[in-house]
């Protein structure tokens, strides 16, 4: 019930007309709840949600869905860690002939720390996406899937 994040257990039956009398549908928040409701004998129903604004954009790897997950959770989440395609993509792009640059120049044209572009380079670092989109534009690469961007001339 609580641990299923794309469902909803309802307890009772929506009424229908002008709502005299009957007992109104309503959403189960804990355990006890839900056992009162079984003892009663009323009629409990688990449905799926949709079109809510967290399941919308699950598909799409949506970050809100996960930090209300964190924000619930009492276990210790671990921070998403770059994608090590991105990293290979910046090591490559950065030994190639007219990116040619050490990881201290690098860092100096996108104003960063050196530590933090050996970070983004060994796919350990946390994600910062402000940094990696500074560091994708320099060398013309997609912040998302590390393929080169082609010249608009």
Known sequence: ?????????????KTKGSGAGGSRETVVRGKGALNAAQ???QIIATEKKFASSNTTAKA?????????????????????????RIAEAIKQRRSQEGYKMTQAQLAQRVNAQAN????????NAIKNQALLNKVARVLKISPKTGEPLVDKH
């Open 116 to 123: 933090d572009i050996k970070g983004l380079e060994s796919g």
């Open 1 to 13: 019930m609580a641990d299923d994040w794309d469902t909803v257990t309802k307890i009772g039956s």
């Open 60 to 84: 799409a790897g949506s970050e809100g869905t996960r930090l209300t997950k964190v924000d619930r959770s009492d276990d210790i989440v671990a921070p998403q860690k770059l994608d090590t």
């Open 39 to 41: 003892r009663s004998g």
